[in-house]
C-alpha cells in the first residue's frame, strides 16, 4: 500500500468513527442519543487509535494536514509530500462521512435540529467569537503535535504508541475541546463539512461556512508551531520558521480580534446584589 492510499483509507476509519459516535450522541431514535460528551471524547480518542494502527506502518498515519505540515516543518517529512498527504486526507474524511450518512439513514428524518445533524459531520463553537475560536484550535492542536512528538522519542513499546496517541486526543477533548469541539484537524472538518453541504439531508440547513476557516487555519498554525516549537526547545535545533509563523499567527490573529465575530453576552441578575 502506498502513502497515498495509506492516508486516504486511515483519514475515511477516523471519520466513520469519530463522525458514528457524533451521529450517535446527536441524531434521534439512536440507542446512544443524548449519552453526553465523555462519549465522544472516548469516541474520538479511540478512532485516532484503530485508524493509526490500521495505516501506520505504510504512511505513519499523518490523517491531519496540521500534523503532516508540522513533520514538514521539523523534517520528518519532505515537503513534495505534503500535497500527496493532504489530499488523500481530503478524500479519506469526505468518503468516511458519506458512509456514515448511510450508516444512520432514517435518523436524519427524525432529527429535528439541524444544528445537531451538522455537529455530526462539523465542529462549531459554543459561544462564537472568532478571536477566541481561532485561539482554541491554536492551543489544542499544538498540545496534539507536541504530544505526539513526545510520544514518538520514548521508545518504552512501539506497538503502544497509537492507543497513547488517542489517549492523548482524549485528554484533549476533556480539557480543551468544551469551546469548538476540538476539531484540531482541517480534513477532519472540512471534508465532512463539504460532505454536509452535497448529500440530501432532509432539514440538514446550512454548512456553516463562515466558521469554517477557523478549524483549518487555526490547526495549522498551532500545530507548525508545535512542531517548531517540540524541535527547538526539546531537540535544541531552533530554525527561523518557528519566529516566521509565530509572525504569521500573530498576524492572523490580530485580524480575527478586530475584524472578526465578538460575543454577545447577556448579563444575568440572579444572585447579584447592590
Request: aromatic content about 14%; proline content about 6%; hydrophobic content about 50%.
Amino acid at each position: 500500500m502506498t502513502a497515498f492510499w495509506g492516508e486516504l483509507i486511515g483519514t475515511a476509519i477516523l471519520i466513520m468513527f469519530g463522525a458514528g459516535v457524533c451521529a450517535g450522541v446527536n441524531l434521534k431514535k439512536t440507542l446512544s442519543n443524548a449519552s453526553g460528551w465523555i462519549v465522544i471524547t472516548f469516541g474520538w480518542g479511540f478512532a485516532v487509535a484503530i485508524a493509526a494502527y490500521s495505516v501506520g506502518q505504510f504512511s505513519g498515519a499523518h490523517l491531519n494536514p496540521a500534523l503532516t505540515i508540522a513533520f514538514a516543518f521539523t523534517g520528518d517529512l519532505p515537503w513534495n509530500q505534503v500535497p500527496t498527504y493532504i489530499i488523500a486526507q481530503m478524500i479519506g474524511a469526505m468518503i468516511g462521512a458519506v458512509i456514515i450518512y448511510f450508516h444512520y439513514l432514517p435518523h436524519w428524518r427524525l432529527t429535528d435540529d439541524p444544528g445537531a445533524k451538522l455537529g455530526t459531520f462539523a465542529t462549531g463553537p459554543a459561544v462564537p467569537y472568532t478571536f477566541a475560536n481561532l485561539i482554541s484550535e491554536m492551543v489544542g492542536t499544538f498540545i496534539l503535535v507536541l504530544g505526539i512528538l513526545a510520544i514518538g522519542a520514548n521508545k518504552f513499546t512501539d506497538g503502544l504508541n497509537p492507543l497513547i496517541v488517542g489517549f492523548l486526543i482524549f485528554a484533549i477533548g476533556l480539557s480543551f475541546g468544551g469551546t469548538t469541539g476540538y476539531a484540531i484537524n482541517p480534513a477532519r472538518d472540512l471534508g465532512p463539512r463539504i460532505a454536509h453541504a452535497l448529500l440530501p439531508i432532509p432539514g440538514k440547513g446550512g454548512s456553516n461556512w463562515g466558521y469554517a476557516w477557523i478549524p483549518v487555519i487555526g490547526p495549522i498554525l498551532g500545530g507548525s508551531i508545535g512542531g517548531l516549537f517540540y524541535k527547538a526547545a526539546f531537540l535544541g535545533e531552533p530554525t527561523a520558521s518557528l519566529w516566521y509563523v509565530i509572525g504569521a499567527s500573530v498576524i492572523v490573529l490580530a485580524g480575527a480580534y478586530f475584524l472578526g465575530k465578538k460575543p454577545q453576552y447577556s448579563v444575568s441578575t440572579d444572585n447579584v446584589s447592590a
